[in-house]
């Protein structure tokens, strides 16, 4: 996967704070934050079409913050935050979804989710039957749909 | 004509299987017929699906502010994920006069071809139609415990199925294609697409599309000695 910089240091820096307030890693699961650096490799090898509306939400951002995210205390990044989506309109809603989809396509994620590391098709997976004798009464009931002639 | 949609969607104790199989399971035609009882004709199909994948699952229920942000993140997502039902109900929208696609008289490409514009508002029929899609997939929802209930009516990033505009018919002055898909103004140009429809019907398109194309070329292939007279 190529690795296409298409944000300045400041905008990483702040794309990783605010990814890791959106996703923080637990213990509890024993998966990573969406501030991996894996995940934000992902996200910047990725952006992609989605690059501008980044850039724009990390300069509003970086507006509301007034300083790196980083350097604001855990009570100011929060308010920060709360405004930020609050604010930020379709940009806010971009950085949203792409931490959000790099974060849940990492491998360690799935695992942790009890997801197998593969579509679903075209392998396909055996489903458990379910109750069919549920269908009973529909099939037992006359047609509600029109004879073609 | 589109095809109005409403999604509901709610969470299950039990595991629906979301990420490994087809989302839509299940169809439903009970409200497909016209019923004038339900204050509208025509009616809706009902696409029952079990959910999606956790990209799709995480944006989606991030968006609507169900998954938060910060410590609680995970716990949420893992109550959430897999375990989605959702219904679609799937309007047979009817053709309206002011529904229509125009040459735009503005905008123009770069060679001065004007653009087509189309105008279109969900009508009153298609109106009650969603309403009552969506009391009834409330009451299946409600019915399989599902909480968390989501309700998109109508989804805004429904108008993939482009129908009508073009109506097969007998009569020229109701009607833009005669009833083997030739234009009734233009004896050597025939239209074989979704834009015959006379209504969008409640289905995905591409069956009938595909059985209107065999149609036609089987009427063009029996006509060829004068197909253009």
């Not at chain 1, 298409?6 to 998966?31: F, H, K």
């Not at chain 2, 025509?42 to 799709?56: D, E, I, S, T």
């Not at chain 2, 109506?167 to 979704?194: A, C, T, Y």
Request: hydrophobic share 40%; charged share 20%; aromatic share 8%.
């Amino acid at each position: 996967m190529s690795v296409e910089i298409t944000l300045n240091s400041l905008q990483r820096d702040d794309l990783r704070v605010v990814a890791g307030m959106i996703i923080p890693a637990t213990v509890e699961y024993g998966v990573p934050g969406a501030d991996d650096a894996t995940i934000q490799s992902d996200i910047l090898a990725t952006l992609g079409r989605d690059a501008e509306l980044m850039r724009d939400a990390l300069d509003h951002l970086a507006r509301l913050a007034g300083m790196p995210l980083a350097n604001l205390g855990e009570t100011a990044r929060e308010a920060v935050a709360t405004q930020f989506r609050a604010s930020g309109g379709p940009a806010a809603a971009t950085l949203t979804r792409v931490v959000l989809q790099c974060y849940y396509r990492d491998d360690r994620v799935l695992r942790s989710l009890g997801l197998e590391l593969r579509p679903p098709f075209p392998q396909g997976y055996a489903l458990e039957q379910g109750d069919w004798s549920l269908l009973d009464p529909v099939r037992a009931r006359p047609p509600m749909w029109r004879r073609t002639s | 004509m589109f095809h109005p949609y409403a999604l509901l969607y709610g969470y299950v104790d039990e595991p629906t299987d979301s990420n490994r199989a087809p989302p839509t399971c299940l169809w439903s035609k009970q409200f497909y017929e016209t019923d004038l009882s339900r204050g509208f004709v025509r009616g809706y199909a009902f696409q029952v699906g079990r959910g999606v994948g956790p990209v799709v699952e995480a944006v989606m229920s991030e968006a609507k502010g169900i998954l938060p942000w910060g410590a609680e993140h995970h716990r949420v997502f893992r109550r959430l994920n897999g375990h989605r039902l959702s219904l679609a109900a799937i309007c047979e929208d009817l053709p309206e006069e002011r529904n229509r696609v125009t040459l735009d008289p503005v905008l123009k490409d770069s060679h001065g071809i004007p653009a087509p514009r189309v105008d279109y508002t969900i009508g009153e029929n298609s109106a009650k139609m969603l309403e009552h899609g969506v009391a009834r997939a409330k009451e299946i929802l409600a019915a399989a415990g599902a909480t968390d209930i989501c309700i998109n009516c109508p989804i805004l990033y429904g108008g993939w199925h482009l129908l009508g505009t073009a109506r097969m018919g007998v009569d020229p002055k109701r009607s833009v294609v005669n009833e083997w898909g030739r234009s009734h103004d233009v004896k050597n140009l025939f239209i074989v697409d979704g834009s015959v429809f006379v209504t969008s019907g409640g289905v995905n398109p591409t069956s009938t599309i595909q059985a209107i194309a065999f149609y036609i070329a089987d009427q063009m292939k029996q006509r060829l000695a004068n197909l253009f007279d």
